[in-house]
């Protein structure tokens, strides 16, 4: 009976304690006799301006004595205050009317409108659901973002992780998939700010409003400027009311955290204040019991599922980091965005070959979209490799095979960016959503080289394929007689140079053959007029003079023949041997005989200087 009596007091909340010591965000609360509360337990105060202070127990002193840490700032909190214990842990309000509504830990509202009326309350503390409650199907959840689709295909009730150091646009990713599910699937997100800018936070709820995609989401945040205990307990604020839409409203709900190692880094930090020891790198000997105890709450069950995606800021770009290590272990998924991407202008800057999905499987995604992803990876592994080669020797010592390969893997890579909408204010691009079939459309028939001869620009920042094409024909390639070039360009100087090279075997050389033979002729016919009609020095002159017009030197002492002569030579030496064949005939049937040895002697020089005594005696 007394034991009983002691809980129907203690779920009452009649307990009141005292604060005995206040360090920073950790306070120090004493209660009478054996009115203790439970562990993650919460005492509330309304202090003067009529704010809560919200407390959670973390540690049993001893000698009636409890722990805490404080859910908002401890300023103005002295020793002899007193706190009434609620008899429950944190309790937020969840349910339909969050929706479009934006709060803050403790489940208060902080968008400036009125507070919620008769939502029911939820603990943010839980168990996971049990396995027998667990389910596991894969559902395949369509993003619209092209390599997420391809690559880092999501299902229904994984756990997806946004690998980036700073400024690589993890945020950006999570925003662009918060309007893409809202608009094109109509289901319910919850947005989680753990520890990141304020600014951010209410950039996106003012882009949620003007988009119309507000009323689909519930967003709780604790912002950087919050005390250590608010960022490490947000995260389960925002779970919370996911968990009842999944487990009450019986629907798919997606948890958007940003960012993860935010909360790891809270967790690290409330442990130093609790005096526990620190573990490697200074993060909290609890590491992974905290992670696992958020992680495994994120699941699918048989009423619905929550799915997770979560941005995990990587530190100094170091993916062996404890924080991130602990994160790998609990996620279906991996989008690994790369800092080299980002400075060639690729965006999202998501590095396929980094990124995987347990999702992406032939008997979940089906056959051709494996294949289809398989090659992309494969092309962009063997370009990778061609980097070195290339970068130190050129795209010229490559096979042909390998031209290819380097052709089409920067069109891949190319097609992979994708505008996102909410970044046009900043970009001035429209966004694109991609469906699914249409990605794998678009990237088959790259691999397949159907789109060889449009430009690389034409892939950059476009949505499907065929915008792709109507770009290419907007910049001048496409189908029309531009394309070639195009290509070559693509492969590299060489690949230009060889382009032409057939090019003018094929076609340039044809077309100016007849041209050239006629230039044979004529000259065939001035040469024997100079050698058979006259023998006048005046003449030789002018021959002379028209040579030294072209910079070609003569000896001295037969400096009025040997111009004329030189002149046919490299007539000759230009020609091809169809024209040494017209020349030779040609002279022959005008009956003149020097006009043989001179066509004989085009070959080579030493033949020239035969002729010249035999024209120096015809002089």
Do not use: W
């Amino acid at each position: 009976m007394a034991v009983a009596a002691k809980k129907n007091a203690k779920q009452q909340g009649v307990g009141t304690g005292t604060v005995v010591q206040v360090i920073g965000p950790v306070v120090d609360v004493e209660f009478e006799g054996d009115r203790l509360p439970d562990i993650y337990y919460a005492l509330e105060r309304i202090r003067e301006d009529k704010t809560r202070l919200v407390l959670e127990v973390q540690q049993n002193l001893g000698n009636s004595t409890v722990r805490t840490i404080a859910m908002n700032t401890t300023d103005g909190l002295r020793r002899g205050d007193t706190f009434e214990d609620t008899g429950a842990p944190i309790q937020v309000a969840v349910g339909r009317k969050t929706l479009g509504r934006m709060f803050n830990v403790i489940g208060e509202p902080i968008d400036g409108k009125p507070a919620l009326k008769d939502a029911p309350l939820a603990s943010i503390h839980r168990l996971a659901p049990p396995i027998d409650e667990q389910s596991t199907d894969q559902e395949i959840l369509e993003t619209g973002i092209k390599v997420i689709d391809l690559i880092c295909t999501f299902s229904k009730g994984s756990k997806i992780g946004l690998f980036g150091g700073a400024g690589v646009g993890k945020t950006v990713i999570v925003q662009e998939m918060i309007n893409n599910i809202a608009k094109e699937h109509g289901g319910f997100s919850v947005f989680a700010g753990v520890g990141e800018r304020t600014r951010e936070g209410r950039d996106l709820y003012g882009e949620m409003e003007e988009s119309g995609v507000l009323d689909k989401t519930a967003l709780v945040f604790g912002q950087m400027n919050e005390p250590p205990g608010a960022r490490a307990r947000v995260g389960l604020t925002g779970l919370t009311i996911a968990e009842h839409f999944r487990d009450e409203e019986k629907s798919d709900v997606l948890l958007f955290i940003d960012n993860i190692f935010r909360y790891t880094l809270a967790g690290a930090e409330v442990s130093a204040l609790l005096g526990r020891m620190p573990s490697a790198v200074g993060y909290q000997p609890t590491l992974g019991t905290e992670m696992g105890d958020l992680q495994e709450r994120i699941t699918s069950t048989k009423d619905g599922s929550i799915t997770s995606v979560q941005a995990v800021y990587v530190p100094a770009d170091d993916f062996t980091d404890p924080a991130v290590a602990t994160t790998f272990a609990h996620l279906g998924s991996t989008v690994a965005l790369s800092r080299a991407l980002t400075e060639i202008g690729i965006y999202p800057a998501v590095d396929p070959l980094d990124s995987f999905s347990r999702a992406l499987d032939p008997t979940v995604v089906g056959d051709g979209h494996y294949r289809v992803a398989q090659g992309v990876k494969r092309v962009l592994q063997e370009y990778k490799e061609l980097q070195d080669i290339i970068a130190i020797l050129g795209q010229e010592e490559l096979t042909d095979d390998q031209k290819v390969t380097v052709q089409r893997a920067r069109r891949v890579q190319r097609f992979l960016s994708q505008p996102f909408s909410v970044a046009q204010q900043f970009t001035g691009r429209e966004g694109k959503y991609v469906p699914l079939e249409e990605t794998v459309r678009g990237f088959a028939e790259i691999l397949d080289g159907k789109h060889d001869d449009l430009p690389e620009d034409a892939f950059y920042m476009v949505g499907t394929i065929d915008e792709a094409v109507e770009k290419a024909k907007e910049l001048g390639g496409g189908e029309d007689e531009d394309a070639p070039d195009d290509k070559d360009k693509a492969v590299g100087p060489e690949g230009e140079a060889e382009g032409e090279n057939e090019e003018s075997q094929d076609g340039e050389a044809k077309d100016k053959q007849p041209k050239g033979e006629a230039k044979a002729d004529d000259g065939a016919k001035a040469a024997t007029k100079d050698t058979t009609e006259t023998k006048d020095t005046k003449a030789e002159s002018t021959d002379g003079a028209a040579t030294a017009d072209k910079g070609e030197a003569a000896p001295a002492e037969d400096g009025e023949q040997q111009p004329a002569k030189t002149a046919d030579e490299k007539q000759a030496d230009s020609g091809s041997d169809k024209k040494e064949t017209t020349t030779v005939a040609k002279s022959k049937a005008d009956g003149e005989k020097n006009a043989d040895p001179k066509a004989k002697s085009k070959p080579t020089a030493k033949a020239g200087e035969k002729d010249q005594p035999e024209k120096g005696k015809t002089s």
